[in-house]
């Protein structure tokens, strides 16, 4: 009976494990998917949502009409650091930035704003990436205005060369 006990034990304990390596992948590729297709929440440091996010698709095609500005990026950053344009834009809520960036390594990146007149960093902490970006950053109703720059914050054990470009 001992023998018998000890072996449903061990079944059910395997049987859960397995169930949870199962659900875990499934949740993984639904959020992989979900950040393909869907709109995400930009937050900045302090948890706030500050932009949206809206990755280019079928359903949100890159835009045809030709932009105000654009600024073309050919960044190499180390390890760890950052680096900011030097075009300074004034933004405020409703802007949108059309943004498409690769990365010549895989590495953990964001993209951050500068506030030129407060000499203060916004980290989108939610545009993590390892292989850049191709999608539209639409600046949302918490977003405090001001004269900005943009920039990428390279925060992998690598040297990135950040190539593309980005539009107001």
């Excluded at 993984?28 to 995400?40: D, G, P, S």
């Excluded at 600024?71 to 950053?77: A, D, K, P, Q």
């Excluded at 993590?128 to 990428?152: A, H, K, R």
């Amino acid at each position: 009976m001992k023998k018998l006990n000890s072996f449903l034990k061990k079944s059910i304990t395997l049987l859960l494990a397995g169930t949870i390596l199962i659900i875990s992948n499934i949740y993984e590729v639904k959020a992989q998917e979900y950040i393909k297709n869907e709109t995400i929440a930009l937050t900045d440091e302090n948890g706030d949502i500050c932009a949206y996010y809206t990755p280019y698709s079928d359903t949100n095609p890159e835009p045809t009409i030709k932009p105000r500005y654009t600024s073309n990026i050919n960044w190499t950053i180390n390890a760890g650091r950052y680096t900011v344009g030097d075009n300074q834009y004034t933004l405020s809520s409703g802007i949108s930035i059309q943004i498409n960036v690769s990365q010549s390594k895989t590495g953990k990146s964001y993209i951050i704003l500068y506030n030129r007149s407060t000499n203060t960093y916004k980290y989108l902490t939610n545009t993590e990436t390892t292989n850049g970006w191709n999608g539209t950053i639409n600046l949302g109703n918490n977003f405090n205005g001001g004269l900005y720059s943009i920039g990428i914050a390279n925060l992998s054990s690598n040297t990135i060369t950040y190539s593309g470009s980005y539009s107001l």
